[in-house]
């Protein structure tokens, strides 16, 4: 099992930025990928980005390209979303989620985090 956990969201005003961060605990030996999903109201969960845990590649949604940046510190098992020129739309609640090497999705998840763009 792994553990994820949260932290970073917050309210702030449009053409802000914000920092996300994830810490995994548990058995994160098997992880293949991390990513950041985001709910807002209503509306189904999207995928933000994502990077693999061994080399580092990234991939983004089209509304976030340019504008957000994954990371990760493989020795803290952190992953990190940098939220740049922050938009009312990118307000939702965002998803920590990991996937192992024999996985086929994601399978972990986190609780969520708050993220609010005032316009």
């Known amino acids: 099992q792994v553990q994820l956990v949260e932290s970073g969201g917050g309210l702030v005003q449009a053409g802000g930025s914000l920092r996300l961060s994830c810490v995994a605990s548990?058995?994160?030996?098997?992880?293949?990928?991390m990513a950041w999903f985001r709910q807002a109201p209503g509306k189904e969960r999207e995928f933000v980005a994502s990077i693999t845990w061994s080399v580092g590649s990234t991939t983004y949604a089209d509304s976030v390209k340019g504008r957000f940046a994954i990371s990760r510190d493989s020795a803290k098992n952190t992953v990190y979303l940098q939220m740049n020129n922050l938009k009312p739309e990118d307000s939702a609640v965002y998803y920590c989620a990991s996937r192992t090497i024999t996985s086929t999705g994601y399978v972990y998840w986190g609780q969520g985090t708050q993220v609010t763009v005032s316009s």
């Open positions: 548990g058995r994160t030996v098997s992880t293949s990928a």
